[in-house]
């Protein structure tokens, strides 16, 4: 079941003046979505995010997560070999079932951040007795 | 026509050590262990590692987002440094279990009993601390 499908950049308009030409490196996060009939849990990878430095946001039915690093190494750390990415991350989902935004709750544990989106009562499935 | 040798132009010296930190296929193009990460997620090993020095330290970071402290495992042998991390996901529906394992062979001159290691925000960081150096040492003749 995927209910969550990844989703379009943010309408540039929204954001600053176009003119003022910031560019940002983000990368998209590894996730993963695990949907039951009552809610569904977001699963992100933010290796060297805190707890802080987390943001989502829920307009109409997207879902944008965005976790910034703040690199805390020492200065006078050479680096000698570097795979790691020290970008921030995002990530931007489309949910097609309506969700309880009052109720959502998050929370970030060893660099993984774990969404749970419980489904709007409206939108549970009903069994309907025959009379 | 001439014919001139190639060398490489990058300084071999010191790096030199660091070749073998990394005994991954791709470990030398960290971007194209990127790319293929980006086009078959879950395919490459996830166990990507960084390498600083200061004049005290060598420092090694690893990723390791979604791991506990308890399921990593630091290993020290022979200038072999290993970080194995080992885990099960366990849910009603299914199970999953995998292990993970990085190499990375150390320079000379890192005292293997004084190598320190933490986790935090999924970031492991092994602090390799530096022999003192030896000084010079002057022989007297009798």
Same mark, same amino acid.
């Given at each position: 079941?995927?209910? &969550?499908?990844?989703?379009? !950049? @943010? @309408?540039?308009?929204?954001? #600053?003046? @176009?003119s003022?030409?910031?560019?940002?490196?983000?990368?998209? !996060?590894?996730? +993963?979505v /695990?949907?039951?009939? +009552? #809610?569904?849990?977001?699963r992100? &990878?933010?290796p060297g =995010? #805190?707890?802080g430095? =987390?943001?989502?946001?829920?307009?109409?039915?997207?879902?944008?997560i965005?976790g910034e690093?703040?690199?805390?190494?020492p200065?006078?750390?050479? !680096?000698?070999h570097r795979e790691?990415?020290?970008?921030?991350?995002q990530?931007?989902?489309?949910?097609?079932t309506p969700v +309880?935004?009052?109720?959502?709750?998050?929370?970030l &544990?060893?660099? /993984?951040?774990?969404l749970?989106? !419980?489904?709007?009562?409206?939108a549970k499935p009903?069994?309907?007795? /025959?009379? | 026509?001439?014919l001139? %040798?190639h060398?490489?132009?990058?300084?071999?010296? %010191?790096?030199?050590?660091f070749?073998?930190?990394? %005994?991954h296929?791709?470990a030398?193009?960290?971007?194209?262990?990127?790319?293929?990460?980006?086009f078959?997620?879950?395919?490459?090993?996830?166990?990507?590692a960084?390498?600083?020095?200061?004049?005290?330290n060598?420092?090694? %970071?690893?990723e390791?987002?979604?791991?506990?402290?308890?399921?990593?495992k630091v290993? $020290?042998h022979?200038r072999?440094?290993?970080?194995?991390?080992?885990r099960?996901e366990?849910?009603?529906?299914d199970?999953?279990?995998?292990t993970?394992?990085?190499?990375?062979?150390v320079?000379?001159?890192?005292r293997g009993?004084?190598?320190?290691?933490k986790?935090e925000d999924?970031?492991?960081?092994?602090?390799?601390?530096?022999?003192?150096?030896r000084?010079?040492?002057? $022989?007297?003749?009798t």
């Amino acid at each position: 079941m995927n209910t &969550e499908t990844t989703c379009c !950049p @943010p @309408p540039a308009s929204k954001s #600053a003046a @176009p003119s003022v030409g910031v560019t940002e490196s983000l990368q998209k !996060p590894r996730y +993963d979505v /695990v949907g039951s009939a +009552d #809610a569904y849990e977001v699963r992100v &990878e933010m290796p060297g =995010v #805190a707890k802080g430095d =987390v943001k989502i946001d829920l307009d109409e039915n997207i879902l944008s997560i965005r976790g910034e690093r703040h690199s805390k190494l020492p200065e006078d750390w050479k !680096p000698l070999h570097r795979e790691l990415s020290q970008v921030g991350y995002q990530l931007r989902l489309r949910l097609n079932t309506p969700v +309880d935004r009052d109720k959502l709750t998050a929370s970030l &544990e060893n660099g /993984v951040l774990t969404l749970k989106l !419980p489904v709007q009562e409206t939108a549970k499935p009903r069994r309907i007795e /025959v009379q | 026509m001439k014919l001139t %040798r190639h060398l490489p132009s990058f300084d071999l010296g %010191r790096v030199a050590d660091f070749d073998q930190w990394l %005994r991954h296929p791709f470990a030398g193009f960290p971007a194209v262990g990127q790319l293929l990460g980006e086009f078959m997620p879950g395919v490459v090993n996830r166990l990507s590692a960084d390498v600083f020095e200061d004049k005290d330290n060598y420092y090694a %970071r690893f990723e390791l987002p979604g791991t506990k402290k308890e399921d990593v495992k630091v290993e $020290i042998h022979d200038r072999l440094l290993t970080v194995s991390v080992a885990r099960s996901e366990k849910t009603e529906a299914d199970e999953e279990s995998f292990t993970l394992a990085r190499s990375i062979s150390v320079p000379e001159g890192v005292r293997g009993d004084a190598i320190a290691a933490k986790l935090e925000d999924g970031i492991l960081t092994v602090t390799l601390p530096k022999q003192e150096h030896r000084k010079p040492k002057l $022989i007297e003749i009798t």
